[in-house]
Structure formats: C-alpha cells, structure tokens
C-alpha cells in the first residue's frame, strides 16, 4: 500500500523527535565543550530530510561588541574560510544578519543569495540554514548548516532547529558556567593558600590584627548605638519645637482670627489684624529656622564656603564665640555626599567647641592645593588631650572619621592644654 501524507508527516515527527533526542543526550553528556558540539553537529548532518551536507559551524556571539567569533567547526573548511571567518559583525553576511535580528535565516544558493556577501576562491553552490542560538540571557551565538541549494524541508519545520538551537546555546552556557566555577575554583584555591602561608609566618601580626579588629568592633557598636540616639534626640527637639512655637502660635493665631471674626466692626480689628501679621511672620521664622537646621538649603544652593559662613554666623549669634571665616575658600566641585560629609564634620567640630572647648575664638580655613583638599578648624579653648582622640567613647569624634571614610579622607586633632585645639581634614581631590 502506497504511503498517504499523514504516513509521511508522521515518518517526518518521528525522526525529527529522534533526532532531537540524539542531540539532547549529546549535549547532556559530560566532556568537553567542543567535543560535544562536533558530535551534535555530526548528527544534524546526518539527518536526511535537512538535505544538508558535512559540513557546519557554530559561531559565540560578543554581544557587547556586536559581533561573532568562529569557535568550532564540522566538516572539511578550507584556510582562507577559517581565516576570514574568524569575526563577523553583526548585520555582516547570513550569520550577523541572524545575529542582529534573532531571527532563524535560510538560503537557497550562496551565489544568488545577495546576503552571502562573503565569498571564497574554492565556494562551490551550496545553501543554508542559519540558526540562532538563544540562552536564557540572550543571544549566545550562531550555527551554520550548508545545504544542498534549494532546501524545501525549512519551510515545515521550523520549529525543530530552533529546539535544536536552544538545546545547543543550553549546554554553551552550562559549560561556560562551569568553566568558569572551576577558574574561581582554583583562583580560591590559590589565595587560600598564599593566605594560609602568610598566616604561618605573621602570626604575632594577626594577633594584633585581631584585638584591632576587636576594638574597631566596640567603636562601631558604640557608633551604631550613639546615631540611634542621637536620631531619637534629634527626633524629640524636633517635636518639641514643632509642637511649643508652631503649635502655640497657630493655637494663639486661630484665637484671634475668631475673635476678628465676632467683632470686625470693632475698633480694635486693625491692631488685632497687626499683631495676627506679627505672629504669623514669628511663625514663618520658627519654620524656616527648623528647616535650615536639618539641612540649610544653601549647601545646596551656594556651596559649602556660603553654608559654613552662614553656619558659622548663626553660632556667634547664639553663642559667646567670635569665629574668623575669611580664610574660607572655593574648591573644585565635589560630590553632593562629600559636600555634605565635610559640613556634617564642620557642624560636629563647631558642637565641641561650644559644649566642651569653653573657647571665645575659632578660625576656619578651607582651600585645595597639589590636588589635595584642606579643611582646617582652631579654637582658643581649653585643648583636647590625647587620651579623647583615641577613646573609644568620643563617639564624636570617631563619627568625624566614619564619614570621612568613604571619601580616603583623613582626620588629626592637635591639642594643647589651655591654648586650643587644631583639627585638620585631608581629602585627595581623585578620590572626592
């Protein structure tokens, strides 16, 4: 009995599942890379419904550069072929065009074809199949298949080279995973043991790198436990002034606004009406103020010199301290975190000095010079001793440095009793 259609679509799944099967135990297997590709393309060209010859290649994709490189191929190519190949931009003959549009590409005659625009002295007729090789990341690469010219058997099954496709890009990427784990692998291996050879032979430096590390340990806790407060007492005046000048003055300032609104004839609306002004404008004050203490918008707005200058100004109006700021220069333009580090330390100085230097006088200096950034803060007061700088209670102080850290940037503090204290901040300009 002669085969119907369905026979023949039948026969064709079949060996198309085979085939399939064939590949995947290639691809499942252990061994080398390209071992198992030469064996997975072999059996692709074995397959006789693709009418292909013994001849293929896969090419990995560059993404990042936007191109293709020859890794391995089947078959009998001559050297110029090899030599030409070797790269191939995307969008350049049949396989950068599948590379650029991820779409699987055939064709017919390599000498008809206007995409097969790479030629070779020793080119006999030949078609193609191009196939991308899609990973779960992408592209991962290419693979060739020549043909008989004229393939039909493209047209209905489509789907079983990009299965293969798929499979193929699988087991690349698995591989190069696994290259890659080993090359860490041994790279561990390495330090591990160039660490444990200089563990053996500084033994007493370890001991002391330990009780450092154990004491930077307590002055970060005691850090991490002095921002906790300071963020609840910062928190509390916060409220405080929130809810005692804002508060009260709204309270006072809708009391006269109903009262206004009872008597507007009466003869004292407009002095109500004045003082109602007066206090929305202390008001407005109280805001800004608060504001300006979280964060001046000036830091901002104008730079660090113009925000110190202002800070330093609000410090002698509130306190009993005369402070010269004209030795306060610009610097090149840094990040807003450095700017902001470098204020926060201003701030932090200028709160010593009030609380616990009893000075009259400070002096700020600012300037950059041979790439290198200079903050520069003195007092008249009582001078810090050398036992406060390496506490590990100056909570502070260490916080000066914390912020500092991340910027390569460096803190001294110089102290001589009853004549001052001079802190010195150093930041290198390609770092900030």
């Known amino acids: 009995m002669p085969k119907t259609p369905d026979d023949n679509n039948i026969e064709r799944l079949t060996e198309e599942y085979r085939i399939l099967h064939k590949v995947a135990k290639i691809l499942e297997a252990p061994g080398d890379l390209t071992t198992m590709l030469k064996s997975a393309m072999k059996v692709l060209t074995e397959f006789e ?17 936007k191109v293709l490189r020859l890794f391995v191929t089947y078959g009998n190519f001559s050297q110029e072929f090899l030599q030409k190949e070797k790269e191939v931009p995307f969008g350049d003959c049949l396989c950068g065009r599948a590379a650029a549009s991820g779409e699987l590409l055939m064709s017919e005659s390599c000498f008809s074809d ?42 209905h099954s489509q789907e079983v080279l990009l299965s293969i496709g798929g499979l193929i890009a699988g087991a690349i990427q698995r591989k190069q995973i696994e290259q890659e784990l080993a090359a860490y692998h041994n790279h561990l291996e390495a330090v591990i043991k160039e660490r444990t050879r200089q563990v053996t032979m500084s033994t007493n430096q370890l001991i002391s790198e330990i009780e450092e590390h154990k004491k930077t340990q307590a002055q970060l806790r005691n850090l991490s436990q002095r921002i906790q407060e300071v963020r609840e007492e910062e928190k509390t005046r916060i409220s405080r002034e929130v809810h005692d000048e804002l508060g009260q003055s709204l309270t006072a300032l809708k009391m006269d606004l109903l009262r206004l609104n009872r008597h507007l004839a009466d003869k004292d609306a407009e002095s109500r009406l004045n003082l109602m002004v007066d206090l929305v404008d202390t008001t407005l004050l109280s805001v800004q103020r608060i504001a300006m203490e979280l964060r001046p918008p000036i830091l901002d707005a104008f730079g660090l010199v113009e925000a110190m200058t202002w800070q330093a100004g609000e410090y002698q109006k509130r306190f009993d301290l005369t402070i010269e700021t004209c030795a306060l ?36 200096s600012l300037g950059e010079k041979n790439g290198v950034i200079q903050l520069v803060i003195e007092d008249n007061g009582s001078g810090i001793g050398a036992e406060k700088v390496t506490d590990s209670q100056s909570l502070g102080l260490i916080g000066m440095r914390e912020r500092l850290s991340p910027f390569g940037g460096e803190i001294t503090f110089a102290g001589v009793a009853g004549q001052g204290t001079t802190l010195t901040v150093t930041l290198p300009l390609e770092k900030a």
């Open 49 to 65: 419904d693709l009418r292909v010859e013994s001849k293929a290649g896969i090419f990995l994709a560059d993404t990042k550069k």
């Open 114 to 155: 206007p995409r097969h625009e790479r030629t070779f002295s020793d080119m006999e007729a030949h078609g193609h199949y191009i196939i991308p090789l899609k990973g779960s990341s992408g592209l991962v690469g290419i693979l060739f298949l020549y043909t008989n010219t004229h393939p039909s058997w493209y047209r």
């Open 329 to 364: 220069k610009d610097i090149p333009e840094v990040s807003p975190a450095l700017k902001t580090a470098l204020f926060r330390v201003f701030q932090e100085s200028m709160t010593n000095i009030v609380r616990h230097a009893g000075a009259s006088q400070a002096r700020l």
